[in-house]
């Protein structure tokens, strides 16, 4: 078995049982202690669990609210950073789009822009191109749809970002710190956001001022990796220079 899928399996078990032992994962995965004692530390090192004696229990952070709920919110400023991501992208430029609220707000943006190439895991940035009959070329990733994130993960879609080498990745985390960087609620969210950023000439962040300062489960990318924040107005001024003392190399306020 792959480490990052053994990993992703180990934040599936603490899902529903809150705490997990060392030696009941050596037995249940069939390696060894040390084995899951390297995999205990790079998940605690990702933020998404806590180590305790003998074992882990989940990293005490925020918890994300559902898909559905955060659709709903932030939709104004949302729209606003879109609409100034959108100024970013020349015709006939390639771009990944991941799954996430505020990119499928992009989605509506990017309908008026011709001759893109977007490829994308989220159904509903796919299912938004489409309806509104977007003369861009769209690919949507295959994989598996796992949560309630409408969108493809997995192992086959890891495999299909990699054939890609893009202009831009526009990504929507959880949350946004200067200690964290970019970070996820769940790992398959992380992996393929952070395999989008690998595959792509630069990386844009989109998040809300409600997401900036926040520590959600598992990094995604440090800020210095980050080439453009772009947030809301709202966003407080401290957080925004903590992100670039962290080294954060540029930020757009979007009003």
């Not at 069939?30 to 004692?37: K, L, P």
């Not at 925004?240 to 190399?249: C, E, H, P, S």
Request: charged letters at 25%; a neutral charge.
């Amino acid at each position: 078995m792959w480490s990052a899928t053994r990993h992703q399996k180990i934040l599936a078990i603490l899902n529903k049982q809150q705490q997990i032992t060392t030696d009941g994962l050596a037995e249940e995965f069939n390696v060894s202690r040390e084995t899951i004692r390297r995999d205990l530390l790079l998940l605690e090192s990702e933020g998404s669990i806590d180590r305790i004696h003998g074992g882990a229990i989940l990293s005490k952070t925020i918890n994300e609210q559902p898909f559905l709920k955060r659709v709903n919110s932030h939709q104004k400023e949302k729209r606003s950073i879109a609409k100034l991501a959108m100024q970013l992208i020349q015709p006939n430029q390639s771009i990944f789009l991941d799954a996430g609220t505020t990119t499928t707000i992009f989605a509506a943006e990017l309908r008026k822009l011709p001759e893109l190439l977007i490829v994308t895991n989220s159904i509903d940035v796919a299912t938004t191109l489409q309806s509104a009959g977007s003369k861009s070329k769209l690919i949507l990733l295959g994989g598996q749809l796992i949560s309630d994130v409408p969108g493809t993960f997995g192992e086959l879609t890891m495999a299909e970002i990699g054939r890609f080498n893009v202009d831009m990745a526009f990504l929507s985390p959880v949350s946004v710190n200067a200690k964290q960087g970019a970070a996820y609620f769940e790992l398959h969210e992380a992996e393929l956001a952070r395999a989008m950023a690998n595959n792509a000439k630069k990386l844009v962040i989109m998040a809300d001022h409600g997401k900036l300062g926040e520590v959600s489960r598992v990094k995604c990318k440090d800020c210095t990796e980050i080439d453009l924040l772009i947030t809301g107005a709202a966003a407080e001024e401290p957080i925004i220079r903590d992100l670039q003392a962290a080294g954060l190399k540029s930020v757009q306020l979007a009003k």
